[in-house]
């Protein structure tokens, strides 16, 4: 995403880890279970999901625009 401001390739993230999340439950099934019921594992690869789809787009934008200080603050969160 070439040319958009902070705030929008936030939203962006957000929004792809938020899908990232929903695919992982659509897969697993039961999707009528509460959330409580959820295990840890069950909660900690949700997060796995959310924090992969993070990195990646976090790597794009550093690649995209290496010189913008959003991406050398998120090249310093990512320790690249």
Do not use: C, Y
Request: net charge neutral; no cysteine; proline share 5%.
């Amino acid at each position: 995403m070439i040319g958009v401001t902070d705030d929008e390739w936030q939203a962006h993230v957000v929004h792809e880890a938020g899908k990232a999340i929903g695919e992982w439950l659509n897969a697993r099934g039961n999707l009528q279970q509460p959330i409580r019921s959820l295990s840890m594992p069950d909660l900690e690869a949700m997060a796995q999901n959310a924090i992969s789809q993070f990195i990646v787009l976090t790597s794009r934008r550093i690649a995209q625009r290496p010189l913008a200080p959003a991406s050398q603050k998120l090249s310093l969160l990512l320790g690249v």
